[in-house]
């Protein structure tokens, strides 16, 4: 088992999921946590349970003691909440954020498609919804402009036209939630991080 997995595995025995795992120049370790989420029945409303400073300082304190224990080298360990560009990793993360807009990025560029689509293209954005086929998902967008604020909308013009890319989730090398702060619509709160140890236990 690498440490990797081991941090994997004390973020979840502490009832979080881990998110992202990122290690940088420098000697920063970031974890990113969340906690888990729990598909709501037919008649149930979709709760968000936000992490708070004191859930990263709980999980700080358990890692630098994990890290020490295996000999981990780092300088600085940061833990916190996503962002409003949260990764998308796993089929319960894009369960969670159906309806959301996203970025996406394939591993490889789409080649000449019926679909409209421009070929040689790996990065779209658009409202993940599910695909017609089974275990596939699929972006929306419209390349037409939108509105400017404060614009005038004729009621005679016509819906811009959409289109769509559908994709099973091994095709993909990255999936974010699009950065976009909406005050009529999702606008995630900042991420919340607490550093720990400036320097690692014993230096």
């Known amino acids: 088992m690498t440490w990797q997995d081991t941090v994997a595995q004390t973020v979840s025995g502490l009832g979080f999921d881990l ?4 290690r940088s120049a420098g000697g920063l370790l970031r974890v990113t946590i969340d906690w888990p989420w729990v598909q ?54 894009f369960q969670r954020f159906q309806g959301e807009v996203v970025d996406i990025t394939l591993k490889a560029a789409i080649g000449s498609t019926d679909s409209g689509v421009a070929a040689n293209r790996k990065k779209f954005r658009g409202v993940l919804e599910r695909a017609a086929q089974p275990g596939q998902w699929q972006v929306v967008w419209s390349d037409e402009p939108p509105a ?45 991080q607490v550093p720990a140890g400036a320097a690692k236990a014993g230096e």
């Open 19 to 22: 998110v992202d795992l990122e």
């Open 40 to 93: 709501p029945g037919p008649d149930e409303e979709a709760v968000e349970r936000f992490v708070t400073v004191e859930d990263c300082e709980r999980v700080t304190r358990q890692l630098q003691y994990l890290l020490e224990v295996e000999g981990v080298d780092y300088r600085r360990l940061e833990v916190g909440s996503p962002g409003i560009d949260r990764p998308l990793r796993h089929e319960s993360d």
């Open 148 to 192: 400017k604020p404060g614009q005038r909308v004729s009621k005679k013009r016509q819906a811009p036209a959409l289109q769509a890319l559908a994709f099973s989730l091994d095709e993909i090398q990255q999936a974010r939630l699009a950065p976009i702060v909406n005050f009529k619509g999702r606008q995630s709160p900042a991420p919340r």
